[in-house]
């Protein structure tokens, strides 16, 4: 699947022609809302959602003029206190302002009242809390389809609503709505002004980034029981159009995990991570004299896992490390802006695919490149992510 690139200052989602510190609303729902695609399978590239955007412009561009104009009313917000919620859970802080956005939308809690949307919030904290193991409710604030804004952990603090983004994001959503339809017009509101007091006040950066990474939490469903996450799809070394390897073979299982960035281009459709992963190992062999492709794996922004020497092969990626260490390259440079949530899980479920397979010890440790090379890989917005991530180790 593919994903809209990250955008700053503007979102691809926001509604032409307007300004791009208030308007960024996750529209996304409402198209998912009106069979236009689900929010986990978004395909249509940027111009194509614009287009369909500016059809749709004439419902609900005029929302905040109903609605207060998109200003928060601070006074109206409810307090965890008054929906019923003890004191607050998380202790990690989340530095301001961030700068990153990131909108969810919790179906199967239908309510248009205070009094229901409060029980109904009660009950999402009860399954977070008990059933999941967090600290506390997942989102920083919450959105009910009566309009009103619910404070969940809060600002300054991380919520756990987005693995790899928690850290450095402001995490809301919507709840409330009737299944299968969109937020009211009142709840748009309210996120909009919830949305701009936060970069009035410092919360949010005014030139932050709404990545398109919204997945509805169905939290009435059962979870099945299940033993592990399934390995990722791995795009085998033929299917990219690798030439031949002669490195050593690898020591296994492995005992650490080293995340890189490649620093070159980044790719947002399979076909061009396929291209891109043959450029690398063509550069690696023909002028680095490598072996081979350096990474025993890539990873790309369309979420996709590219085999490069794979599990039995030694790497070249980090000296002293390339006999004992996995090499996971995201395609990208990440100085500034981490790889998306879809590269990052990505990622995350190859690891542990590593550990139940038998490549990777129980208890490997993680490092960025940067902590066992003098290099500025895998880029600071990347390695502020991973070190929140298991094992990590600096």
């Known amino acids: 699947m593919t994903y809209p690139r990250l955008s700053q200052g503007r ?13 960024m609303l996750p529209w996304l729902l409402v198209l998912f809302t009106l069979g236009l695609g689900a929010p986990g399978d978004f395909s249509r590239n940027e111009a194509q959602v614009t287009r369909i955007l500016e059809k749709f412009w004439d419902l ?19 307090s965890r206190k008054e ?36 029980q109904r919030l009660r009950a999402l904290r ?28 809060g600002w300054g603090v991380q919520g756990t609503h987005t693995r790899g ?21 009142a709840a748009l509101s309210a996120m909009e002004g919830l949305i701009t007091y936060a970069i009035r006040k410092g919360h949010l950066s005014p030139l932050y980034v709404q990545p398109l990474l919204v997945k509805a939490e169905n939290c009435l469903a059962p979870v099945p029981a299940s033993p592990g996450k399934a390995c990722p799809d791995v795009t085998p070394r033929p299917a990219w159009g690798a030439r031949g390897t002669y490195c050593p073979r690898m020591s296994l299982p492995a005992k650490y995990v080293v995340i890189i960035h490649t620093a070159g281009a980044t ?13 690398i190992q063509a550069y690696h062999m023909d002028k680095l004299d490598f072996c081979d492709i350096g990474y025993h794996f890539l990873v790309g922004q369309d979420g996709g896992v590219y085999e490069g020497v794979g599990w039995h092969r030694q790497g070249s990626h980090t000296y002293g ?3 004992i260490g996995l090499g996971v390259a995201f395609m990208g440079d990440f100085s500034e802006k981490p790889p998306n949530a879809v590269a990052l ?50």
């Open 83 to 118: 929906w019923g919620a003890d004191a607050v859970g998380c202790s990690a802080p989340l530095p301001v302002p961030v700068d990153v956005l990131v909108t969810h939308h919790v179906p199967g809690l239908e309510c248009h009242n205070r009094t229901t949307c409060a």
């Open 321 to 323: 490390y390339n006999d």
């Open 345 to 394: 899980e990505a990622a995350q479920t190859l690891i542990q695919c590593a550990v139940d397979k038998g490549f990777l010890t129980p208890n490997y440790l993680l490092v960025g490149h940067s902590d066992v090379s003098n290099i500025l890989s895998p880029g600071k917005a990347l390695y502020n992510i991973i070190s929140t991530w298991p094992h990590f180790k600096q």
């Open 165 to 185: 983004y928690s850290n450095i994001s402001l995490g809301l959503t919507f709840f409330g709505a009737k299944e299968g339809h969109s937020p009211s017009p």
């Open 11 to 23: 979102s691809p989602l926001s509604p032409p022609g307007s300004p791009h510190h208030v308007r």
């Open 60 to 78: 609900f561009g005029d929302i905040s003029q109903l609605n207060g104009k998109g200003r928060l009313d601070v006074s109206a917000m409810v």
């Open 267 to 279: 790719c947002n459709e399979s076909a061009d991570c396929r291209a891109r992963v043959r450029d």
């Open 126 to 153: 009860a399954h977070h809390v008990h059933d999941n193991s967090w600290c506390d409710v997942a989102y920083n604030f919450l959105v009910g389809d009566d309009g009103t804004v619910y404070e969940g952990v």
